[in-house]
């Protein structure tokens, strides 16, 4: 530049730094990742630990043989819909405080211009829509997994065998976790990230997160949650059935071709 006679004033501008401003528009990926697996996790905790309360209960009156005592005065049916109700309303009002806690704490203690990686992290995704369907599919994923866990809290005779019963479940639930969680993750997912949002078992973990980072089509809501509902009335459906037949029944744990036919020739 000197050779080609430019002064110097105009050499030292182009050599100084460039001057730039970021502003952020939209919501980042970051930001939507972090939004999708935090709704997920929370939701999914929620959901088994809640349903494995209801199988532990179940296996520890039969264990200290209350439930001789509740089947003479009360119908199967009630008992294990009032467990379900019952553990379900603990749920929903734990959840409601834990996210009204954590809202409270973000306003009062994080700076307004918080920032992970470069990018802003606030909360407004979590508008009062989007926390409207966290509570509904923490409801529904609970409902679908809680009638599970109380059949297979009927079919042992011990608390120490628990574990072992509900393994299947956990398997359902670690499953369609992990198939919502991935979605989130990748950008773009589109067609996979539906599909997680409509099967009933992973819809609980991945609509709601869905919801609150990406404009969810509403006949794609209205179909998960229907796809949900139904499931759950079928299985409420024979879970009432099965838990009816097992509930009474001691000695080694029931596999689940046993219970069935117990139930068939309970209907007969």
Do not use: C
């Not at 879970?239 to 036919?261: P, T």
């Amino acid at each position: 530049l000197e050779g080609a006679g430019v002064s110097r004033d105009v050499i030292e501008k182009l050599r100084a730094p460039v001057a730039m401003s970021l502003h952020e528009q939209g919501k980042g990926y970051l930001q939507n990742t972090i939004s999708n697996i935090v709704v997920a996790m929370l939701l999914f905790f929620s959901v088994y630990y809640y349903g494995y309360w209801i199988a532990q209960s179940v296996a520890s009156e039969k264990t200290s043989r209350v439930m001789e005592l509740l089947i003479t005065s009360v119908k199967p049916s009630s008992i294990i819909i009032g467990k379900t109700v019952a553990m379900g309303t603990l749920g929903l009002l734990q959840l409601s405080s834990l996210l009204l806690a954590g809202g409270i704490t973000y306003k009062l203690a994080f700076p307004k211009d918080f920032a992970i990686m470069g990018q802003s992290l606030n909360l407004s995704g979590f508008t009062p829509f989007s926390l409207l369907m966290i509570l509904v599919y923490f409801v529904l994923g609970y409902a679908l997994f809680a009638m599970l866990n109380a059949v297979a809290g009927a079919t042992v005779s011990r608390a120490e065998d628990i574990n072992t019963a509900i393994m299947p479940i956990s398997m359902i639930g670690l499953a369609s976790f992990y198939f919502a969680y991935m979605t989130s993750l990748i950008p773009g997912a589109g067609n996979l990230s539906a599909v997680s949002s409509i099967v009933p078992f992973s819809a609980p973990f991945s609509m709601p997160g869905r919801i609150m980072s990406d404009t969810v089509p509403a006949a794609e809501i209205v179909l998960s949650v229907l796809l949900l509902a139904v499931t759950i009335v079928l299985l409420a459906w024979a879970s009432v059935k099965l838990y009816s037949s097992a509930v009474l029944h001691y000695g080694k744990r029931l596999k689940i071709y046993e219970l069935i036919g117990m139930a068939s020739k309970n209907r007969n």
